[in-house]
């Protein structure tokens, strides 16, 4: 395999931390991007080299990517994988809130990608991997401004895919489905906060507990799956645009295709566990 310089954010823990270990192991030259240094401190024993950065700080992304060109020369790859998801209902998450959904997940994300685009054109290609999500594809319950930011992501990823292809230049999104992170267990946290003492409360404290059953269980997909994959996208020699992975990802999508609205509508509010299981005998 071809040695790649690549750039990955969201490498503190989970997915991230998993793919930029296996990135190095297949030798690629990989700088791990988030806003802790010190969970990415296990990394350098595989070669990895950490560094701080803040995706909604605009100083902090170009010193990051400053960084990468002065040691390296060029960036090869860059691998979107920082987000978080902040869970409530419409009414009631903050408009502070939403924004900083979007900074982080979309608008980080796409500045990043502004960032290093001039080198890849300048090197004659390169290669975009964004973490997306069946998030965005499909809307759970009480998850109205992460679905937002994905569905966004696969906009934006689609758009750069066409404009970018002349210039040598692909663009991969990657479509988790149920992954066994600290995801879910923060977003249930962010749930709870913002329905306390709303005319959601009720529904919206049992699909906290029910997204606290689901992460805490075994149904789902281990992170190393979709670093293999995201590995696999950084090094193939011609990408696939989309690599769906995890627990119900395939059968997430083609639910949300075939099912009318309401009948999909239905299905979410029915509660994570009941829904979680038949998913599991679907797929």
């Not at 799956?225 to 992975?245: D, H, Q």
């Not at 509508?265 to 797929?283: E, V």
Request: proline share 3%.
């Amino acid at each position: 395999m071809q040695q790649k310089v690549v750039l990955i954010t969201g490498a503190s823990s989970g997915i991230g931390f998993e793919a930029a270990q296996m990135l190095a192991q297949r030798g690629h030259r990989v700088y791990a991007a988030a806003r802790s240094l010190e969970r990415m401190e296990p990394l350098r024993a595989h070669g990895v080299q950490p560094m701080r950065m803040d995706l909604t700080d605009e100083a902090s992304l170009r010193e990051g990517v400053q960084r990468v060109l002065d040691a390296e020369g060029h960036i090869d790859t860059l691998v979107n994988n920082a987000g978080y998801g902040y869970f409530g209902a419409v009414e009631h998450v903050s408009m502070t809130e939403a924004r900083r959904q979007l900074e982080v997940n979309l608008f980080g994300l796409a500045r990043l990608c502004q960032l290093v685009l001039p080198h890849m054109r300048e090197m004659g290609g390169g290669r975009i991997v964004n973490v997306s999500s069946v998030a965005g594809k499909a809307v759970l319950y009480f998850g109205g401004w992460y679905h937002v930011s994905k569905f966004a992501v696969e906009a934006l990823s689609d758009a750069m895919r066409v404009e970018l292809r002349p210039f040598g230049i692909d663009v991969v999104l990657i479509e988790p489905g149920g992954i066994r992170t600290s995801w879910g267990i923060i977003a249930a946290e962010h749930l709870a906060q913002s329905a306390a003492g709303t005319a959601y409360e009720g529904p919206a404290l049992r699909e906290a507990d029910n997204l606290r059953w689901a992460y805490s269980s075994q149904l789902l997909s281990n992170p190393t799956a979709v670093a293999r994959t995201i590995a696999r996208a950084v090094g193939a020699r011609r990408p696939r645009t989309r690599y769906l992975v995890g627990f119900a990802a395939g059968t997430i999508v083609r639910l949300h295709a075939l099912l009318p609205d309401r009948w999909w509508d239905a299905l979410m509010r029915q509660g994570g566990r009941r829904s979680l299981r038949g998913l599991m005998r679907r797929g």
